[in-house]
């Protein structure tokens, strides 16, 4: 079946670095993906939308400056969090569109930072 | 606005009784909806969908899910809940702009009780 590959799982950076998160289809192409991020015992908060070949559409609210979103090939989308900090701490997940059910999701990043 | 929403934050059963967890939706048109299961520290896994057809909807690990119009519910049930069932659950729609993003209720943490 489908599956959204993401890396890393866990990272752990200084505040003020930058982060990526990457996000690959390994046996679908991936046109439209998905980046949420999720708090402790909460609800995905859907940050923005990226299309292969074209810029991300962000939501409202959410910096895209700061979380800059490329997906430049059908198999590959990535998140960089630039000049981290600790409250950009938070759990990271893409979804695709592809796959049984519609929609298939990678296995996330606990980003911390410090 | 398509909207989905789960009442409950907990759900507590014992193991081998049956369980439910609850999701009430607000759409414009035809709902699509979704059941997905989040095991810690990982992305979401998919369980079962209803677009159109048969209300009751068979899915993954023996859960299954009924779509009510007149209640506009899409309960999760499953007839005998398994310890391993212990995770955190989300009910959500699709969103019926261009984008197709999924809109997820706040999760619904279930318990059960060896």
């Known amino acids: 079946g489908a599956v959204v590959s993401q890396h890393p799982s866990r990272v752990i950076c200084k505040s003020g670095t930058s982060v990526k998160i990457e996000c690959r289809s390994l046996?679908?192409?991936?046109?439209?993906m998905f980046w949420y991020r999720q708090f402790p015992k909460q609800s995905l908060m859907l940050m923005a939308t990226?299309?292969?070949?074209?810029?991300?559409?962000?939501e409202q609210g959410v910096e895209k400056d700061k979380f800059l979103i490329n997906h430049a090939s059908l198999t590959l989308s990535t998140l960089t969090v630039t000049s981290a900090h600790p409250e950009d701490s938070s759990f990271y997940i893409c979804?695709?569109?592809?796959?049984?059910?519609?929609?298939?999701f990678g296995s996330g990043t606990r980003l911390t930072v410090v | 606005a398509q909207s989905v929403a789960q009442p409950e934050d907990q759900v507590n059963v014992a193991e081998g009784n049956p369980l439910t967890v609850k999701c009430t939706y607000s759409?414009?048109?035809?709902?699509?909806l979704f059941w997905y299961v989040q095991y810690p520290n990982r992305g979401l896994q998919f369980l079962l969908k209803?677009?159109?057809?048969?209300?009751l909807v068979k899915g993954s690990y023996g859960f299954e899910a009924e779509f009510n119009k007149s209640q506009t519910s899409f309960h999760l049930k499953k007839p005998s809940a398994l310890v391993s069932d212990s995770a955190l659950y989300f009910c959500?729609?699709?969103?019926?702009?261009?984008?197709?993003?999924?809109?997820f209720g706040t999760g619904t943490l279930l318990a059960v009780q060896p």
């Open positions: 979804s695709a569109i592809g796959g049984r059910g519609g929609y298939t």
């Open positions: 046996d679908f192409q991936a046109t439209t």
């Open positions: 990226s299309n292969e070949g074209s810029k991300a559409t962000y």
């Open positions: 759409v414009s048109g035809n709902p699509y």
């Open positions: 209803y677009i159109t057809g048969d209300n």
């Open positions: 959500a729609v699709r969103d019926g702009g261009a984008t197709n993003k999924l809109i």
